[in-house]
């Protein structure tokens, strides 16, 4: 089976070879192995769990995508990658999504040399920390920001969006190495099913939305 736990595990060095610089340690393959799994499996789930909390306590927007999905994808059809990259309202949907729920609360970078910034010095190995729960959430930005609304990312709404206050997967050249990936496994998940089925709050006053707010964002107990 060919899979990274698989091309780590091939690459392991030998504890009887010394001197060999090639190849990775038992301590790299177990800190690459919790990387793929918060990395590549928590925060997708997270996402996911969110997002279909959202559209179940938003059942118009739910009717919304899927008659986007039925028109791009009839009959239930294949889904093909052109198709759902394509579906504007999906995007929208989503990325309203992570506004309100981000994977990862706050993003944390390291000073590599010191430097002044507005009259602001900052020594060589300062640990920087940029809030990002707070940030998309901010009023100052975000109109109404408990609420759940789409339209924000919509096409003609989506260009005012500050993108210093919108990051769910970071920004710049450290952003999310697995974004694009991240954005279509879900995307594919959330068509698949709303082809399917309807997501239904039976009963508002007993899902209570319970989440872990650490570092990564994630909901305490299933939602629905």
């Given at each position: 089976r060919v899979d990274f736990l698989q091309l780590m595990i091939d690459s392991q060095k030998s504890?009887?070879?010394e001197h060999h610089d090639k190849g990775l340690t038992d301590h790299e393959i177990l800190s690459q192995s919790m990387i793929f799994i918060f990395a590549g499996y928590e925060t997708t789930s997270s996402t996911l769990s969110f997002f279909f909390?959202?559209?179940a306590t938003?059942?118009?927007t739910m009717k919304?995508?899927?008659q986007e999905i039925d028109?791009?994808?009839?009959n239930e059809a294949p889904v093909q990658y052109d198709a759902v990259m394509n579906m504007e309202y999906l995007d929208a949907a989503l990325n309203e999504s992570m506004r309100l729920f981000p994977s990862v609360a706050r993003l944390e970078r390291v000073c590599k040399e010191t430097i002044e910034i507005n009259g602001l010095t900052i020594p060589q190995g300062t640990s920087i920390m940029i809030p990002v729960f707070p940030l998309h959430r901010d009023p100052e930005y975000w109109p109404d920001p408990s609420t759940f609304n789409p339209e924000r990312f919509t096409k003609g709404n989506k260009e005012n969006v500050d993108p210093y206050v919108y990051m769910p997967f970071g920004s710049g050249p450290?952003?999310?190495i697995g974004m694009r990936f991240?954005?279509?496994?879900m995307k594919l998940a959330i068509v698949e099913i709303l082809q399917r089925f309807d997501v239904i709050n039976p009963d508002p006053n007993q899902v209570k939305l319970l989440y872990i707010h650490n570092i990564l964002c994630t909901v305490r107990e299933n939602l629905l």
């Open positions: 504890e009887k070879v909390y959202n559209i938003n059942p118009e919304k995508l899927q028109q791009t994808i009839p450290r952003n999310c991240a954005l279509l496994a």
